[in-house]
Nanobody, 123 residues
Framework: QVQLVESGGGLVQAGGSLRLSCAAS????????MGWFRQAPGKERELVSA????????YYADFVKGRFTISRVNAKNTVYLQMNSLKAEDTAVYYC????????????????WGQGTQVTVSS
């Protein structure tokens, strides 16, 4: 089992920035590819970004390219999502997820999930 705990959400004005963190425990962190999903009210959960176990491979959904950056520090068992130039449409609950390494990042399915952290962007 992998336990994931997100933090860093909050209320921010449009154009602002937030950094989400996801701390993992329970298994060897570098055995997992990691991702961030989000779910807005009335919408399906969607993959925002993913990063391979080594930190080299990364995937971004088109709607966040150039604004969000995913990174990980395996020594700290933590994955981050730096979100810049936030828009009102980025408002959602953001979830951290993990898959065994070797996943196709663009199709990360999320074998393990965190509880989510709310991001609200005011316009």
């Amino acid at each position: 089992q992998v336990q994931l705990v997100e933090s860093g959400g909050g209320l921010v004005q449009a154009g602002g920035s937030l950094r989400l963190s996801c701390a993992a425990s329970g298994r060897t962190f570098s055995d997992y590819d990691m991702g961030w999903f989000r779910q807005a009210p009335g919408k399906e959960r969607e993959l925002v970004s993913a990063i391979g176990w080594s930190g080299i491979s990364r995937y971004y959904a088109d709607f966040v390219k150039g604004r969000f950056t995913i990174s990980r520090v395996n020594a700290k068992n933590t994955v981050y999502l730096q979100m810049n130039s936030l828009k009102a449409e980025d408002t959602a609950v953001y979830y951290c997820a993990a898959d065994p390494r070797g996943s196709t990042l663009a199709r990360l399915r999320g074998d393990y999930w965190g509880q989510g952290t709310q991001v609200t962007v005011s316009s």
